[in-house]
């Protein structure tokens, strides 16, 4: 993949964990505060805790870092994938902020 494709694709994946949060704040009350700054978006849960997704051009990768520690996505063809086999980067998003926020949650379209 190019960079500019890679680009195109990590973007709109910050995109969608914005649209999420939006999302989920409208229909729950995990009252989750996304704030983005350039190619990282770092999600505060009301516990204190937080997740942060950037952006690491250099390995065309999107990292994740969580309280159950950092995970590293690349995308696949189709999707962003684990690169330890540990699945798809949304379905990991929604694992990992339901257990930081105590409820279930769901990220992605």
Known sequence: MT????MDRAEALLREVEASCDRINDATDA????QRVGGMVTLSFRNGSQIIVNLQKPLQEVWLAA???GFH???DGRQWMDTKGDGEFFAS???HASQ???QALRFGA
Do not use: H, M, V
């Open 100 to 102: 930081q926020a105590g």
């Open 93 to 95: 998003l929604s694992r």
């Open 3 to 6: 960079d500019p494709e890679y």
């Open 31 to 34: 009252d989750i505060d996304s």
């Open 73 to 75: 996505y690349r995308f």
């Open 67 to 69: 309280k159950a520690g």
